[in-house]
């Protein structure tokens, strides 16, 4: 996502420690460029067995240390330095010790002649089972790759588990050094970091942007340190987590940039469920107008938990808002106290967008959500839940300073499904006034659900502020009551348009201008018009449209979910499985593990079984040679195989007579 072309700066380490700590190369180096260089220096490394390594090795470019099927630890006195170059390292099983260091050190800086002979220096590491990188007390165990220039590479591989408890990091020692790639995974386990661990591609302090950090996993995902991909005069660089049966959960990251770059990016994928416990900064870098970040997160079959703030703002001048958005098949939180920005920044930055989409429901109670705008304009929010929403505290998208319009404000509730909108706080899509005679404008602000309830202490706003005031629509598919204030004034009064049923609208706050009630009779079936789509009332045993089913209960998996829609996990495949929750439904589908028994519907294969895609593959064809001379062998997919008998066709004599083929009864054919 990042390049140095599109600027991001957080906090740097500075270069002394990095060399220092980082990446101390220790005098008086042996060298190697194979495991059995190794063993033949170092005494804790035999040639078979488990390998120890104490000593220090210089490795060669483009060498292999091939330990594969050994459990490999490199001790407290033990180095594998690559230097500028690039090496592999396979093994059975790795362990870093406290005080080990495999390491690299990028040599490009000026005054190295440009272009650089030896950029990017990597390790490539593949373990057959775990790898831990240790740590006690102050002492870790470092995978380093220190940069000084265009940036180092570290790709850890392992089937089993990687656990960093000491130190993974691809950073500067420079302040015009890029960040590094980081890339690590678990095929067939888990990524875990620990409380104390450093896992960070951060850029230098000057022209320079963050790097790249990648995690994925068969199992979870879960970083208990923030991830460190800052950049300096340009852009920050980017996270990515991505679980493939469990959860993630990430502790923050840091991201910003100093000066002209845009802020770090942050791409979350989980089977399950999403726990965004740390801190985001993302902002860009002042005063060049970087833009914020970009958050993805999905959460498959779980639930979104955001417990940090996420700042994704636009800097000075112009710095355009970032793109967040939040995606779970269960509930999207956001915890009281937290902030998620993507404000526009300096005089005209525009605001960025945040959106949530909620397979149950969406709650943000005491919450500050803000897309607000300078003279550019504000931004957007959406949230849309089969659920319910609950909003309290500040959703903004507002124009900050005068000429600038308002942004747009959509909140949907029980879409394909059931629950209220409820307002306890300030929605405001309102303008910011007006300036040597041009005026923003409000924009369109959108409610809808079930019940639509806007309380004492909520407030719904799309002012003019001498300009046109924004068009707000509420529909309530149930009861409507609005206790609090609803306002779309402006030089020119906007409009408020309440949409409900007959005798469901009820409150006493304030609305203006004069509302503009539509009142609508229900809808009985689909693909009827100017009528509201009734919630479903689960649970009594009656099918009411928009229900197809209704057995009684509102839980899943039973056939008829949640929601009293007609439910099948299956998609028919027998090579796909898919499990239930009685709160979230179906699950997305998985494959079965390769080997799987299956039927790829041709009847000329035998023994079918499933790949690792999820696909059925015909295995060997069947033998269809029944051994009958008078018979034409074929096979029918459909029905399997085919004798046809050659009827009067010659096939031997006796006694000076020639036989020919002769059909008979049950299909027979002899000679005769």
Request: hydrophobic share 35%; proline share 4%.
């Amino acid at each position: 996502m990042s390049s140095v072309l599109r600027s991001r700066a957080g906090v740097v380490l500075a270069a002394a420690l990095f060399l220092a700590v980082g990446s101390a190369r220790p005098a008086q180096a042996l060298t190697a460029c194979t495991a059995a260089d190794i063993t033949a220096q170092d005494p804790g490394c035999p040639a078979s067995g488990a390998c120890s390594i104490t000593q220090s090795f210089t490795v060669g470019g483009s060498c292999v240390l091939d330990f594969t099927g050994r459990a490999v630890t490199v001790s407290a006195s033990g180095v594998l330095d690559v230097g500028p170059l690039k090496a592999t390292l396979n093994a059975g099983s790795l362990t870093v010790a406290p005080g080990g260091q495999i390491i690299g050190q990028e040599h490009c800086a000026p005054p190295v002649v440009s272009p650089c002979p030896q950029p990017n220096p990597s390790w490539t590491i593949n373990s057959g089972g775990p790898v831990a990188v240790q740590a006690s007390g102050s002492t870790v165990g470092r995978i380093s790759i220190a940069t000084d220039w265009l940036g180092g590479t570290i790709a850890i591989t392992a089937v089993g588990t990687v656990t960093i408890s000491g130190a993974v990091q691809s950073s500067d020692t420079s302040s015009q050094a890029n960040g590094g790639h980081v890339s690590i995974t678990s095929s067939g386990g888990h990524v875990i970091t620990n409380t104390g661990s450093t896992l960070a591609a951060q850029g230098g302090t000057g022209f320079a942007a963050g790097g790249f950090v990648s995690l994925s996993a068969a199992g979870r995902v879960s970083v208990a340190e923030s991830v460190d991909v800052s950049g300096g005069q340009l852009d920050g660089g980017e996270v990515d987590a991505t679980a493939l049966q469990q959860d993630v959960v990430l502790h923050g990251v840091a991201g910003n940039s100093s000066q002209v770059g845009f802020g770090a990016d942050v791409f979350v994928t989980a089977a399950t469920s999403v726990q965004l416990l740390g801190a985001m900064a993302l902002t860009g870098g002042s005063p060049g107008g970087g833009g914020g970040g970009i958050v993805q997160v999905t959460a498959g079959f779980g639930d979104v938990t955001i417990a940090a703030n996420i700042l994704a703002d636009g800097a000075a001048s112009n710095g355009v808002g970032g793109a967040l958005d939040f995606r779970a098949a269960g509930t999207v939180t956001v915890n009281s106290g937290v902030t998620v920005s993507a404000q526009g920044g300096g005089n005209s930055g525009t605001g960025g967008t945040i959106t949530m989409e909620a397979g149950r429901d969406v709650s943000a109670s005491s919450v500050t959500l803000n897309v607000s705008g300078q003279s550019g304009g504000a931004g957007g929010i959406g949230i849309d839940a089969r659920g319910g929403v609950t909003l309290g505290g500040t959703l903004a998208a507002t124009g900050l300073v005068k000429q600038a319009n308002g942004g747009s404000i959509s909140i949907t509730a029980g879409d394909g499904g059931f629950g209220p909108v409820t307002i306890s706080g300030t929605v405001n899509a309102s303008a910011g006034g007006c300036s040597s005679g041009v005026c923003g404008n409000g924009k369109t602000l959108n409610i809808q659900g079930c019940a639509v309830t806007v309380t004492a202490t909520g407030q719904v706003q799309a002012q003019g502020a001498g300009g046109i005031g924004g068009a707000i629509t509420l529909t309530a598919r149930e009861l409507m009551t609005v206790s609090g204030p609803i306002n779309a004034t402006g030089g020119t009064n906007g409009s408020v348009t309440l949409v409900h049923r007959v005798n469901d609208f009820t409150g006493a706050g304030t609305i203006t201008p004069a509302p503009t009630h539509t009142v609508l009779p229900v809808c009985t079936a689909p693909g009827q018009t100017n009528c509201l789509v009734p919630c479903p009332t689960c649970g009594n045993g009656i099918v009411e449209f928009p229900e197809t089913c209704d057995d009684g209960n509102t839980v899943s998996c039973d056939g008829c979910s949640q929601f009293c829609q007609t439910e099948n996990c299956s998609d028919g495949n027998t090579c796909h499985t898919a499990s239930c929750d009685p709160q979230l439904g179906c699950s997305p589908q998985s494959n079965v593990p390769a080997g799987t028994a299956c039927s790829d519907n041709n009847a000329c294969t035998l023994f079918d079984t499933c790949n690792s895609s999820g696909t059925c593959v015909g295995g060997p064809a069947a033998n269809c040679n029944d051994g009958n001379a008078c018979t034409a062998d074929s096979c029918n997919p459909a029905t399997g195989c085919v004798h046809t008998c050659n009827t009067g066709a010659a096939c031997g004599g006796s006694c000076g007579n020639t036989l020919h083929c002769t059909a008979g009864g049950g299909g027979s054919c002899t000679c005769q």
